[in-house]
C-alpha cells in the first residue's frame, strides 16, 4: 500500500496564504470601527483555517485492489468527500483542459459511469503515476502535475511579502493611535 499526501510546500502556501489574507481583517475592522465586532472575524477565521486545513489532508491510498482518495476521519463527509475506483473498473484516463489553460486528467469508468479526478498535488506525484501505469496498463508517459513546485515557492514568496506589509500596517495603525 502507497500512501501519497499533498505536497508539503502546496499545504504550507496555502495556509500562510490563509493567515496572510485575514488575519488584518479584526484589526481593520477595529481600526474603522466596523459594525463588525472583531471577536467575530477571528471565530471565522479560526473556523475558516479549520476549514482550508481539512481540505488539505486529503490522501491518496493506492493498493492492490484500488485507488482511493480518503480525508482523515475527523474531516465531515458533507466537507470532503472521498472516492474509491479499483483498477479493474478503471477504463482509461482522459485529458481535459481548465479554464487556465491547464491540463487535468479524470480517470474513466464504464461501470461507475462517472470520471474521478487524478489527483495532481501530491507530493511523489511521478511515482503515483507509475504506480498507476503498473496497475492499470494506461500510457501515462504524457501526464505532468498540474502546477510546478516553483510556482507554489514563487506564491510562498509573495506571501512572505504579503506578511510584512500586514504587521507593517497593523505596526503602523497601533502607532499612530487609529
Do not use: H
Not at 42 to 50: D, H, K, T, Y
Not at 60 to 79: E, M, R, T
Not at 104 to 128: C, E, H, I, W
Not at 167 to 176: E, H, M, P, S
Amino acid at each position: 500500500m502507497s500512501i501519497f499526501k499533498i505536497s508539503p510546500i502546496i499545504r504550507i502556501t496555502l495556509l500562510c496564504l490563509y493567515i496572510g489574507l485575514t488575519v488584518p481583517l479584526p484589526f481593520l475592522a477595529d481600526f474603522t470601527d466596523a459594525p463588525i465586532p472583531p471577536w467575530l472575524l477571528w471565530i471565522g477565521i479560526v473556523i475558516g483555517a479549520i476549514a482550508v486545513y481539512a481540505a488539505l489532508t486529503e490522501r491518496v491510498i493506492l493498493d492492490d485492489d484500488k485507488i482511493q482518495v480518503a480525508y482523515p476521519n475527523w474531516v465531515p463527509s458533507f466537507f470532503r468527500q472521498g472516492w474509491s475506483l479499483s483498477w479493474q473498473e478503471i477504463d482509461n484516463l482522459k485529458m481535459r483542459t481548465t479554464g487556465q489553460g491547464g491540463m487535468v486528467y479524470y480517470f474513466t469508468s464504464a461501470q461507475a459511469d462517472k470520471a474521478y479526478l487524478l489527483p495532481m498535488r501530491v507530493a511523489g506525484f511521478n511515482k503515483m503515476v507509475n504506480l498507476v501505469t503498473e496497475r492499470t496498463g494506461i500510457n501515462t508517459t504524457d501526464i505532468r502535475p498540474l502546477a510546478q513546485p516553483w510556482m507554489y515557492l514563487i506564491l510562498f514568496v509573495f506571501t512572505m511579502f504579503l506578511w510584512l506589509i500586514d504587521g507593517w500596517t497593523i505596526w503602523t495603525a497601533n502607532q499612530i493611535g487609529i
